[in-house]
């Protein structure tokens, strides 16, 4: 049922990578319920732009929750209260009028904050050119059916391959870890056969390109699994440090 | 050297060690229930682990995983700090689906350590160390049912006893599971598994512990 709600918005403004940011607050009239968030922040700075302010800086782009460019830390979750949406596939039915709504950038020393609620992420980039691929030769497409898979197998891999590589795992870990989106990417091509072959030079390669990119030390605490849009599983880290610990065992 | 240089690596030797540690608790839990049937039979189980070189060889390697469990558990702390970042949430909610104590591990293991102090001095200091170096003549470092109920036997002492072992209960509640799954040992199958094998371990072990707690503060 549609109808406008009047709220409060708490921002973290920041100018730059070095400066010092602080929370701003903004009050904004007559939203729809039926907008989404990021429809709400392009009200705001609408509004911003008029009264010749700078607009808030957000990531955002497909805003149809496949593509992993929006973030922003809403109400003590990342992504926001519901569950397993994006930013941009959460829409104001989930507040109330009168709401107080506190909008943070994803904090954590692997991800720097760029400028208000934008952050670096191109460390996810540098752990997936470790080793997030498999090297192939070009040359003839084989054919699809020619190496068998289990469906469980491929389910699996699957359901670690929807990760879009947020971040969101990170910005709800109290220890900043990236070990979820590392364990998901390892584990979409440990799964498979073509993956297989450099599964272990994989998983040494993009955890020290973890480590090395300063993020933090898994405790398990499930934060990640929890606050993931995609709902990727634990049992992938499980997989990830099995793949490491036998990797090492052979060396 | 992996162990020490990759994260996963650091991590093991946290599930080894604390696997160890939670191995080690299972028998002392055994030897304590002894003494609530039988005196006799629980000053032969002190005097067979009195200061013989079997029993300080494994002194030894207990105290050696301990140290190295604290040791690496601070170093890891001070990691995951660093890659926080200097700039916290202001509002930040714990998700349902995560424990308390999977958050609290640090704080758990201080509150551990502290009690471990106040039972080395209150058992070990008098016993196995006594028996090496004869600091303390008046006591006998075989007569543990004695110093049990003195120590217990003050109900105030009984409930500090108690505290502990809630403390050891959340610790390992979320310890236990979590080193099978830094192992690499889980999938979803077993992920829900573990979790309740390890509630209903910690739950039996630290109610061994407890019982003797009980029995001599507010019963014998």
């Keep these: ?14 100018k730059g990578p070095k400066e010092k ?7 904004l009239q007559n939203i729809s319920t039926e907008s989404s968030f ?24 497909c805003r149809e929750g496949i593509c992993g460019m929006c973030s922003l830390y809403i109400n003590g979750h990342p992504h926001g209260p519901d569950e397993d949406v994006t930013t941009c596939q959460l829409h104001m039915r989930k507040f109330n009028d009168g709401d107080v709504i506190t909008v943070e950038p994803w904090r954590s020393a692997g991800f720097p904050v760029i400028r208000d609620l934008m952050v670096d992420r191109s460390a996810f980039d540098k752990i997936m050119q470790a080793g997030g691929y498999i090297s192939v030769n070009t040359g003839g497409v084989p054919d ?27 910005a709800a870990c109290k220890n900043g870890s990236a070990m979820l989106f590392v364990s998901a990417k390892v584990s979409q091509l ?4 073509q993956g297989r072959i450099e599964a272990a030079r994989r998983a040494k390669a993009m955890l020290s390109k973890m480590d090395e990119l300063g993020f933090g030390n898994c405790t398990n605490t499930g934060a990640c699994e929890a606050e993931c849009p995609k709902n990727i599983s634990i049992t992938n880290i499980a997989r990830l440090n099995r793949e490491f610990i036998k990797a090492k065992l052979k060396d | 050297m992996w162990l020490l240089n990759s994260s996963i690596g650091k991590k093991v030797v946290m599930s080894l060690t604390g696997l160890f540690l939670i191995l080690f608790l299972t028998f002392h839990m055994s030897m304590n229930l002894v003494a609530i049937f039988s005196a006799e039979g629980y000053n032969a189980v002190c005097e067979f682990l009195g200061a013989n070189w079997y029993a300080l060889a494994g002194t030894a390697v207990i105290a050696a995983g301990a ?10 702390t001070y990691i995951n700090r660093r890659a926080r970042g200097k700039d916290r949430y202001k509002v930040s909610e714990r998700p349902k689906e995560v424990e308390w104590a999977s958050q609290n591990m640090l704080v758990l293991g201080i509150i551990v350590v ?35 109920a003195e120590t217990l036997g003050n109900p105030i002492m009984a409930v500090i006893y108690l505290v502990w072992f809630a403390a050891i209960w959340f610790h390992l509640t979320h310890g236990f599971w979590s080193a099978i799954q830094t192992l690499g040992w889980n999938n979803k199958i077993w992920l829900s598994r573990w979790k309740c094998i390890s509630n209903i371990y910690t739950t039996i072990l630290c109610l061994g512990f407890a019982v003797v707690a009980i029995y001599f503060g507010f019963i014998a």
């Design chain 1, 1 to 14: 049922m549609e109808k406008n709600i009047n709220i409060t918005l708490r921002i973290w403004r920041q």
């Design chain 1, 21 to 27: 940011g602080a929370f701003k607050e903004y009050s």
């Design chain 1, 38 to 61: 990021l429809e709400m922040l392009d009200v705001l700075n609408e509004q911003l732009i008029n009264n010749g302010e700078d607009p808030v800086v957000f990531d955002h782009d």
């Design chain 1, 144 to 170: 699809a059916n020619a190496i068998p898979i289990p469906k469980a197998n491929a389910d699996e891999a699957m359901d670690a391959a929807t990760c879009i590589g947020c971040g969101a795992c990170v």
């Design chain 1, 190 to 193: 440990a799964l498979l056969p």
């Design chain 2, 67 to 76: 140290v190295l469990h604290i040791l690496f558990a601070l170093w890891l």
């Design chain 2, 114 to 148: 502290i009690g471990i102090a106040l039972h080395l001095y209150q058992f070990w200091f008098k016993m196995q160390f006594n028996e090496i170096t004869g600091i303390l003549p008046e006591v006998n470092p075989h007569d543990g049912y004695a110093l049990i």
